[in-house]
């Protein structure tokens, strides 16, 4: 038994690294992947372009304006003379939001009045907008508690006439986010990346190779001798695990030295999910091999299931914020149970104790997926 | 001993296609047995279900005694194949294609070494075991497969078309190693298209729309299936001599061949007597007269014809009734 496994495997290995075009797949793709979601690919809002309209002209309005200008999201890029103006820039995209100060703001601050500003945002598009309504709500607040804050302390000063200020202040909500303190989407996907590419991996190489085999006549050939059906698939599907370890491996390697992702979980843990992972998606793979006649059906077949898988996975989309009937169904996809192992491991540094749903989960749908396609692949060997 | 391949009413649909159609044969041991007939014919799939690879429709075979139904691992172990694909591994170099497949045979360790070697001296590859196997011309590729299905020493050697794509040379003397293999025991069994190669095979079956016509050796089958001998007659005067024989009693047919005539006669030697005879009693002068051999291919070319003549009239008989 072992014996014909180690032969399957042999040639395979040989196979896959003799040809350029295997050898590039095993090592392209996680280095295209790391550099898109590492660098390109950022959800993060970061230089937002305004069109500026101060109508005031004021010392008061123009500490307003610095406020924005201060912090690293916003640059002002034009300085507008009528509001008008700001709807052709907008229509352009030449700025993403438009901030329009009316004459009077400085007055109204100093009598104690509330001071009207208007801002206009691209909703265009929708994530980027909601964000920069949050970072610019951060700022006006800041600014009002200054401002309340040294009003209430120069009253309290003129009361008592004591050295300590008595402070009267709002309520104030602080934020502070944990295990990816500085939003960093990098942080959020590049753990992710290691879940993707173990499915191209898994589903498309291994498909495509028992496929290929099919094609070319071999698998004729391989019938004809004593192998049993459980021999070759074992044969065939292990190389595509060892080149799985070797993306695993890379892409953390990549992700955390260099892209800085932190690692705050265990090595260990991370190897042991991906055999979890692998189980169901070599299970995907073998699977396609007995649907696809030729290799370009079995890479197409492949992309039908990724696309969705990649989707429904929380990857890019929270579940959380999908109907409730998608929901449900993200637990049949097991790239769902392996991002969020991920991410556990990278950014929450979790173990077991917590991952088991996960872990039970990923070997429940394994032994459906690998037993169906066992079954399949050994029927149509006879 | 029993036979090698026995097969008793075997058959293949395919949907609405009958692929094998009640096919009944056996092949002796050590034996080289061919498999003739026209592309498309069944002899592929008949070949495929002696293997293992195709589960029959229904029908009995058995192969070295074993099951085609129930004991296909048995089978798998003892026998050879080889396609006409030549399934090797074009990206594996030679001696790696047949350690491959030694492996996968489970080829005997202390025996491994020395049946490589074999392997690569059949295949006149022994300085060629580096080489990557897909830049190999076809006859090497071909006698390596050859080797890569013989490693593990099987009983029965089964060729799908072993020679289609191969040149005249290559064939020939692809057809020598087939002869040397079967000297040593091995049973072949052997599908091919080509008439000349028939002619190297022990016995003959000739299946044609999936159905097996007539088996036998090319002896029995280019004098059995005619319905007498053919002698041709080099006669002064061929036309006279024809009108002449064709009257005379025990000639079934006589018919001018360019200068010479072809005559079919019932019983060869008494058929010769009496056209001598007649033909000098009217003073015909006679160089040469002889049996000839027909060719095995007018064998099956009128074989094949009278059989889609039956075709034709049965369903003209069954439009009719």
Same mark, same amino acid.
């Given at each position: 038994?072992?014996?014909?496994?180690?032969?399957?495997?042999?040639?395979?290995?040989?196979?896959?690294?003799?040809?350029?075009?295997?050898?590039?797949?095993? #090592?392209? !793709? !996680?280095?295209?992947?790391?550099?898109?979601?590492?660098?390109?690919?950022?959800?993060?809002?970061?230089?937002?372009?305004?069109?500026?309209?101060?109508?005031? /002209?004021?010392?008061?309005?123009?500490?307003?304006?610095?406020?924005?200008?201060?912090?690293?999201?916003? =640059?002002?890029?034009?300085?507008?003379?009528? !509001?008008?103006?700001?709807?052709?820039?907008?229509?352009?995209?030449?700025?993403?939001?438009?901030?329009?100060?009316?004459?009077? #703001?400085?007055?109204?601050?100093?009598?104690?009045?509330?001071?009207?500003?208007?801002?206009?945002?691209?909703?265009?598009?929708?994530?980027?907008?909601?964000?920069?309504?949050?970072?610019?709500?951060?700022?006006?607040? &800041?600014?009002?508690?200054?401002?309340?804050?040294?009003?209430?302390?120069?009253?309290?000063?003129?009361?008592?006439?004591?050295?300590?200020?008595?402070?009267?202040?709002?309520?104030?909500?602080?934020? %502070?986010?944990?295990?990816?303190?500085?939003?960093?989407? /990098?942080?959020?996907?590049? !753990?992710?990346?290691?879940?993707?590419?173990?499915?191209?991996?898994?589903?498309?190489?291994?498909?495509?190779?028992?496929?290929?085999?099919?094609?070319?006549?071999?698998?004729?050939?391989?019938?004809?001798?004593?192998?049993?059906?459980?021999?070759?698939?074992?044969?065939?599907?292990?190389?595509?695990?060892?080149?799985?370890?070797?993306?695993?491996?890379?892409?953390?390697?990549?992700?955390?030295?260099?892209?800085?992702?932190?690692?705050?979980?265990?090595?260990?843990?991370?190897? #042991?999910?991906?055999?979890?992972?692998?189980?169901?998606?070599?299970?995907?793979?073998?699977?396609?091999?007995?649907?696809?006649?030729?290799?370009?059906? &079995?890479?197409? =077949?492949?992309?039908?299931?990724?696309?969705?898988?990649?989707?429904?996975?929380?990857?890019?989309?929270?579940?959380?914020?999908?109907?409730?009937?998608?929901?449900?169904?993200?637990?049949?996809?097991?790239? %769902?149970?392996?991002?969020?192992?991920?991410?556990?491991?990278?950014?929450?540094?979790?173990?077991?104790?917590?991952?088991?749903?996960?872990?039970?989960?990923?070997?429940?749908?394994?032994?459906?997926?690998?037993?169906?396609?066992?079954?399949?692949? =050994?029927? %149509?060997?006879? | 001993?029993?036979?090698?391949?026995?097969?008793?009413?075997?058959?293949?649909?395919?949907?609405?296609?009958?692929?094998?159609?009640?096919?009944?044969?056996?092949?002796?041991?050590?034996?080289?047995?061919?498999?003739?007939?026209? +592309?498309?014919?069944?002899?592929?799939?008949?070949?495929?279900?002696?293997?293992?690879?195709?589960?029959?429709?229904?029908? *009995?075979?058995?192969?070295?005694?074993?099951?085609?139904?129930? *004991?296909?691992?048995?089978?798998?172990? +003892?026998?050879?194949?080889?396609?006409?694909?030549?399934?090797?591994?074009?990206?594996?170099?030679?001696?790696?294609?047949?350690?491959?497949?030694?492996?996968?045979? *489970?080829?005997?360790?202390?025996?491994?070494?020395?049946?490589?070697?074999?392997?690569?001296?059949?295949?006149?590859?022994?300085?060629?075991?580096?080489?990557?196997?897909?830049?190999?011309?076809?006859?090497?590729?071909? $006698?390596?497969?050859?080797?890569?299905?013989?490693?593990?020493?099987? *009983?029965?050697?089964?060729?799908?078309?072993?020679?289609?794509?191969?040149?005249?040379?290559?064939?020939?003397?692809?057809?020598?190693?087939?002869?040397?293999?079967?000297?040593?025991?091995?049973?072949?069994?052997?599908?091919?298209?080509?008439?000349?190669?028939?002619?190297?095979?022990?016995?003959?079956?000739?299946?044609?729309?999936?159905?097996?016509?007539?088996?036998?050796?090319?002896?029995?089958?280019?004098?059995?299936?005619?319905?007498?001998?053919?002698?041709?007659?080099?006669?002064?005067?061929?036309?006279?001599?024809?009108?002449?024989?064709? +009257?005379?009693?025990?000639?079934?047919?006589?018919?001018?061949?360019?200068? +010479?005539?072809?005559?079919?006669?019932?019983?060869?030697?008494?058929?010769?007597?009496?056209?001598?005879?007649?033909?000098?009693?009217?003073?015909?002068?006679?160089?040469?007269?002889?049996?000839?051999?027909?060719?095995?291919?007018?064998?099956?070319?009128?074989?094949? $014809?009278?059989?889609?003549?039956?075709?034709?009239?049965?369903?003209?008989?069954?439009?009719?009734?």
């Amino acid at each position: 038994m072992w014996e014909r496994i180690v032969q399957i495997f042999k040639k395979e290995m040989i196979q896959i690294f003799r040809d350029k075009r295997m050898r590039a797949m095993v #090592f392209l !793709p !996680p280095i295209v992947q790391l550099i898109v979601f590492g660098y390109a690919a950022t959800t993060d809002v970061k230089h937002i372009s305004l069109a500026l309209l101060d109508e005031d /002209r004021t010392t008061v309005s123009r500490d307003f304006v610095e406020k924005f200008e201060a912090g690293r999201y916003f =640059s002002v890029a034009r300085y507008l003379s009528s !509001p008008a103006q700001a709807d052709v820039l907008m229509d352009k995209g030449e700025v993403d939001a438009f901030i329009y100060i009316k004459k009077g #703001f400085e007055q109204a601050i100093k009598k104690g009045d509330g001071a009207d500003v208007l801002i206009v945002v691209d909703g265009t598009n929708s994530n980027m907008a909601s964000v920069t309504l949050g970072y610019v709500n951060r700022i006006v607040n &800041a600014y009002s508690e200054e401002i309340l804050t040294e009003k209430v302390m120069r009253l309290a000063s003129l009361r008592s006439g004591s050295s300590v200020p008595v402070l009267i202040g709002p309520t104030v909500l602080v934020e %502070r986010t944990w295990f990816n303190e500085d939003l960093e989407s /990098r942080n959020y996907f590049i !753990p992710g990346i290691v879940a993707l590419l173990l499915t191209l991996i898994a589903v498309m190489m291994t498909s495509m190779a028992i496929v290929k085999e099919r094609e070319v006549g071999t698998m004729e050939q391989l019938i004809v001798t004593p192998i049993r059906p459980i021999e070759l698939i074992v044969g065939k599907l292990l190389p595509f695990a060892v080149i799985g370890y070797i993306d695993v491996a890379l892409i953390t390697a990549i992700g955390t030295l260099w892209f800085g992702v932190p690692l705050k979980g265990s090595i260990p843990l991370l190897f #042991f999910s991906t055999a979890f992972f692998l189980l169901p998606a070599l299970g995907v793979g073998l699977f396609i091999s007995t649907i696809s006649a030729t290799q370009q059906e &079995a890479m197409l =077949s492949t992309f039908l299931f990724f696309f969705p898988a990649m989707l429904m996975s929380g990857f890019v989309f929270p579940i959380d914020s999908m109907p409730p009937a998608m929901q449900i169904v993200t637990y049949a996809d097991p790239m %769902r149970y392996m991002i969020h192992i991920l991410r556990g491991i990278f950014l929450k540094g979790l173990g077991v104790r917590y991952l088991w749903v996960d872990f039970l989960g990923l070997f429940v749908l394994g032994t459906v997926v690998v037993g169906f396609a066992v079954m399949r692949f =050994s029927k %149509r060997l006879k | 001993m029993e036979d090698a391949v026995v097969v008793k009413d075997l058959t293949r649909v395919f949907g609405d296609f009958v692929a094998v159609d009640r096919v009944s044969f056996s092949v002796k041991r050590g034996e080289i047995f061919g498999f003739l007939g026209p +592309n498309g014919a069944g002899k592929s799939t008949t070949i495929r279900m002696l293997n293992g690879i195709l589960m029959p429709t229904s029908g *009995q075979a058995h192969v070295l005694g074993f099951d085609i139904y129930t *004991q296909v691992d048995r089978i798998k172990e +003892n026998i050879g194949y080889m396609s006409q694909k030549f399934s090797l591994y074009d990206d594996l170099k030679v001696i790696e294609n047949i350690e491959f497949y030694g492996g996968i045979y *489970q080829v005997a360790k202390q025996k491994r070494q020395q049946r490589y070697e074999w392997a690569l001296r059949m295949a006149g590859l022994t300085d060629k075991r580096e080489a990557i196997t897909g830049a190999l011309a076809v006859g090497w590729k071909q $006698r390596l497969a050859l080797g890569c299905a013989l490693l593990h020493e099987p *009983q029965v050697l089964f060729l799908d078309e072993p020679t289609s794509g191969v040149d005249p040379k290559s064939r020939r003397d692809f057809w020598d190693l087939i002869g040397e293999i079967a000297d040593r025991g091995t049973t072949v069994f052997v599908t091919t298209h080509y008439m000349d190669e028939a002619e190297h095979c022990d016995r003959l079956g000739l299946i044609y729309r999936a159905r097996l016509i007539t088996i036998g050796t090319p002896e029995e089958l280019k004098y059995g299936s005619m319905p007498g001998t053919v002698v041709e007659v080099e006669a002064s005067d061929p036309v006279r001599a024809a009108d002449l024989v064709r +009257n005379v009693n025990g000639v079934l047919e006589a018919a001018v061949f360019g200068a +010479n005539l072809h005559v079919v006669v019932r019983d060869k030697k008494e058929g010769i007597r009496t056209i001598s005879r007649v033909l000098a009693g009217a003073a015909i002068e006679v160089t040469s007269i002889r049996p000839i051999e027909p060719s095995l291919e007018d064998v099956f070319v009128s074989l094949i $014809r009278s059989e889609d003549l039956a075709d034709e009239n049965g369903a003209r008989d069954a439009a009719g009734s």
